[in-house]
């Protein structure tokens, strides 16, 4: 039986080896300084190296979405010469930020994105991935080396004014059928964010403090804010 092709090339037993060494540099698209592989032409790779790949987007009780407290996912599972690998995607926005109350069509575009994603891990587009966590760890690891206070220091340094105001700015226990602690705690950084003042936030949705605003009243809320924060 004669193997499938990738560009007229046999596809070797080690799959992800072929898939890996294709260059698709001229398939990238360019959107909000990111780099991003195009999916027709992953898509198209994939079914060009197995016609029986197949891929799945898993329902979370029945929706396409998985939305949680620290954001809203997508899962894509994708199946090549009978290797299934999954890829978890958070819902984001034109600048990589995650978004609490996505439209549908942010959800798509994520499971777009997630699609292509995990077909990187069967080796098509891996290398354009590589290094894309690095800045946060080289950052973390600089800030830990320069800033991290020696025992002694830290047990003698009193505490700062900004340390003391941020515990102060913690939100109170939600009330009941209020948003979580965890949800005002979202809503005042996106509030930072987009450079609004939390004050004109409680006046705009008529409550005294973050724990006032009802549960039901959140994804407004966030939708809200999302949206003044990709406007800043």
Known sequence: MQAPTIAHHP???????????????DHLEKKGGFSYLSWPYAVAQLR??????????????????????????????????????????????GRNR???????????????????????????????????????VITDAANDAQAAPTPEAAHKAPRSRASRRVRQELPPPSKPGGITAAQQQQIHALAQEAGIALERVLAYFQVAALQDIPAEAFPRVVRSLEKRRAAA
Do not use: M
Not at 100 to 127: E, M, W
């Open 11 to 25: 596809l070797p037993r080690n799959y992800f080896a072929q898939l890996n060494a294709i260059n698709v540099n």
């Open 48 to 93: 060009t190296a197995d016609p029986t790949a197949t891929w799945e987007v898993r329902r979370f009780n029945g929706l396409p979405y998985l939305a949680t407290e620290a954001g809203v996912f997508v899962e894509v599972t994708v199946t090549v010469q009978g290797v299934c690998l999954s890829q978890i995607h958070p819902v984001l926005d």
């Open 98 to 136: 995650p978004l609490l109350a996505p439209t549908a069509f942010d959800i798509n575009t994520s499971i777009q994105r997630c699609l292509v994603k995990a077909i990187a891990l069967h080796g098509l587009g891996l290398y354009i991935y590589a290094g894309e966590d690095l800045p946060q």
